[in-house]
């Protein structure tokens, strides 16, 4: 799996990837969404090529997505909005999930079918 360095993380996103407190292989990095006080978590695990991301609001759970067999992490910053975006690429299947952090958080992501 493919991961931005820590100097990426810290231009885009505005810290690093620690190590979690409960599994030293799985790096998270907490990233605020503005200055509305909702927190966007993006936690990977290289050797096991998987990624979740969550947003919280207010300290609860409001967005949870998982995702296995993921290829690379990118994080980009253009035509002012910044965001990750989660790539999978196994045979047969492709999906790409992007998070917009800045300057609102949105979520794309064609597995999330909302029935319209």
């Known amino acids: 799996m493919d991961v931005p360095e820590d100097l990426d993380f810290i231009e885009v996103l505005g810290s690093a990837p ?13 990233t605020p969404i503005g200055d509305t006080g909702d927190i966007v978590t993006l936690s990977f695990d290289i050797g096991a090529r ?17 995702r296995e067999q993921v290829d690379r992490i990118l994080l980009y910053s253009r ?14 299947f492709s999906c790409e999930l992007r998070a917009v952090i800045s300057p609102r958080f949105r979520l794309v ?3 999330l079918y909302s029935g319209r």
């Open 18 to 30: 620690e190590p979690a407190e409960y599994d030293r292989d799985i790096l998270r990095v907490e």
């Open 50 to 66: 998987s990624v979740r991301l969550t947003k919280e609001s207010m300290g609860e759970c409001e967005i949870e997505i998982y």
């Open 79 to 92: 035509d002012g909005e910044s965001g990750i975006i989660v790539q999978v690429d196994v045979p047969g």
């Open 109 to 111: 992501d064609p597995m």
